[in-house]
């Protein structure tokens, strides 16, 4: 990972914001950009081209330009040659979502469902072995990023199961 970072930072520096006016984030050994349909395509090329001097190859079969609807013929006719797949739905990032309010939704009620199960396992754990299950907890929320990287702040009323498993379940296991 940390040469991955060292090289990436390379990368980022020869396609940086001032040459393509893309706004970009690395993680490990994912890149992302963000702007016009245009500069992303001028971005992209500049990543196929300097990506490959510092040992990062892009995979334009699994990278995906995500856009508004009313500019979905747009981001097809530019990424055309590209191998990138372009979407005007939804797609989850790193984590995150990124889509309609329907689906970011959608998305958080199967992950607090997920969660909310996952309290039931830690519960009945901590019947047996409470210390066990108290690293447990602690170490849980953690995996939570997913929930914290991109939605939107007003998701507290999707989060209310969650809340009242860890209340009722978890932390009154005599319920």
Known sequence: MAMYAIGLSVLQEEISYEKTQVKQVAYADDLTGA??????RKWWDLVKKNGPTIGYTPNATKSILIVKPE???IGMRLFRDSGVTV???????LGAVIGTPEFKQKYVEEKVSEWVKEVGVLSDIAKTEPKRSL???HTWPTTSMELRQAHH??????LRP??????KTFLNPHC
């Open 135 to 137: 690293l447990s907890i």
């Open 162 to 167: 969650l809340e009242e498993s860890i209340r």
């Open 153 to 158: 702040p007003s998701i507290s009323h999707l």
């Open 35 to 40: 702007g016009k349909i245009s500069e992303l």
């Open 87 to 93: 979407t005007k739905d939804r797609q989850r990032h």
């Open 71 to 73: 500019h979905y013929e």
